[in-house]
């Protein structure tokens, strides 16, 4: 066998996926999938210590849980179904608020909707409330496929005979013919593979701040209703802030800079958001944490026999971390199967996909860049609102900017194709009459 070949994984190939959140699940059923394709067996072993079942701290994985219509209609079109015990649809506005008013933002369209689910067990007493977590659900699918789940925490690799060997509490554990590392960045995994030495490292991060906050179900219908409430507010700590409703429960997620526990408290306190809440005595703070955040991604993602995905490798900017998860799990599974494991053929088949993912947050940088200017000054934010206003009022209205708002942070949309509409002279056009009758006003 030469040594090209080598690199071929043939019938009976060993596979072990460390992490099974949605990467290494989509990563596991989409190779086991084509692998019968091809008529060939492949045998996958999932590591993962969490118990996604579990309530509370021991099976969250620090998420705000938001997915879009769409990409559940692609994943039934693979034959993957949620059940509405997983998938929670009804989100089709959002709310924004700032410091000059709100508006309502209603979707473009019914395909670019979105839906509401809990990534792990979710908070305390979730799993009495006939809700599943997804990321449960999803490992299950690829169990249901052939593979193996395994609750150990890999704690060391290193090569043998050209060949990734694992170790758990030191124990040998298994020779694979491939490792997928599927792990998140508040792992710390990501220090086994940098020390393999192929020049793998760690992504960027930034810490978000997420809560669960408990409410009566009837509260939580009457002050969000089927809408996800977004906050601009010109805090310099605070880029943007989401409440997404949940049944009996709101989760609040806070992206920004130099986050800390007490930001959720200081945050409910702005006389904004003590507009949409309920009185103190009808909420409480469940449980909160922070979270770190991929931001960036590692240059060097992949070797012979070892590849990254998902969050510890490329990912969506601030959004669409499952259509992410998707992309990236499936584009790993399709170069295993048809191509190789080789450093080469993830370099032919897989990288353009890493690559693109990379090159589209390049755009979303940007067009978040003019959200901060928009955010931080009064004038631009009544603009933007008042523009938007008019989109939403007038149903003949071509509905430019609320789109833009809309696609940004529901991740129904590439940034890419989100630009050009950025760059709109008519939107352009209507904001600078906006800003000149509010100058008007003011004078």
């Known amino acids: 066998m030469n040594e090209g070949n080598s690199y071929i994984l043939e019938d009976g190939a060993n596979i072990s996926v460390i ?17 019968r394709m091809m008529d060939r067996e492949l045998n996958i072993t999932i590591f993962e210590p969490k118990d996604f079942k579990k309530d509370g701290p021991g099976g969250c994985n620090r998420c705000g849980g938001i997915i879009s219509e769409l990409l559940v209609q692609t994943l039934a079109v693979e034959g993957i179904n949620f059940p509405d015990s997983v998938v929670r649809k009804g989100i089709h506005s959002y709310k924004l608020h700032t410091n000059h008013g709100d508006v309502n933002i209603a979707t473009p369209e019914f395909e670019k909707t979105i839906a509401t ?5 979710g908070p305390k007493g979730m799993a009495e409330s006939g809700k599943e ?13 052939g593979a193996v789940h395994k609750p150990a ?29 599927a792990f998140g960045v ?5 220090k086994i593979f940098e020390n393999l030495g192929f020049g793998y490292k760690g992504p960027p991060t930034i810490t978000a701040a997420i809560a669960e906050i408990k409410m009566d179900e009837d509260i939580v219908a009457t002050h969000f209703g089927n809408s996800i409430h977004l906050f601009l507010l010109p805090d310099k700590g605070i880029k943007f802030a989401a409440m997404v409703p949940k049944g009996s429960y709101v989760t609040l997620c806070i992206l920004g800079k130099d986050l800390k526990s007490e930001t959720v408290d200081r945050f409910l306190e702005k006389p904004v958001v003590r507009k949409v809440l309920p009185g103190t005595e009808q909420y ?14 590692p240059r060097i993602p992949f070797s012979d026999r070892v590849v990254m995905c998902g969050d510890s490798g490329s990912t969506r900017l601030f959004k669409d971390g499952l259509g992410a998860a998707y992309l990236m799990g499936k584009a790993v599974a399709k170069t295993v199967v048809f191509e190789g494991v080789s450093r080469q053929h993830f370099e032919k088949a897989y990288h ?12 979303g940088r940007y067009l978040y860049l003019i959200t901060d200017i928009y955010r931080k000054f009064g004038l631009l934010t009544k603009g933007m609102l008042e523009v938007v206003r008019n989109e939403q009022e007038r149903a003949e209205d071509e509905k430019i900017l609320s789109s833009i708002l809309w696609n940004m942070f529901t991740g129904n949309e590439r940034y890419k194709k989100i630009l050009p509409n950025a760059l709109s002279l008519k939107m352009h056009l209507d904001l600078w009459k ?3 009758k509010i100058l008007l006003r003011m004078t």
């Open 19 to 35: 992490g099974g959140g949605p990467t290494g699940s989509f990563f596991s059923i989409f190779a086991l999938k084509m692998a």
């Open 117 to 121: 689910i809990y990534r792990g067990g």
């Open 133 to 145: 977590s997804f990321d449960d659900f999803l490992l299950n699918q690829a169990i249901k496929e």
């Open 153 to 181: 925490r890999i704690d060391g690799i290193e090569f043998r005979d050209s060949k990734p060997v694992l170790f758990s509490k030191k124990n040998e554990i298994m020779k694979a013919d491939l490792v997928v590392g």
């Open 186 to 190: 508040n792992s710390t995994t990501q």
């Open 284 to 297: 409480k703070i469940e449980c909160r944490c922070l979270p770190k955040m991929n931001i960036g991604a």
């Open 352 to 363: 353009p996909v890493y690559k693109s993912i990379i090159t589209d947050n390049y755009y």
């Open 434 to 436: 906006v800003f000149a």
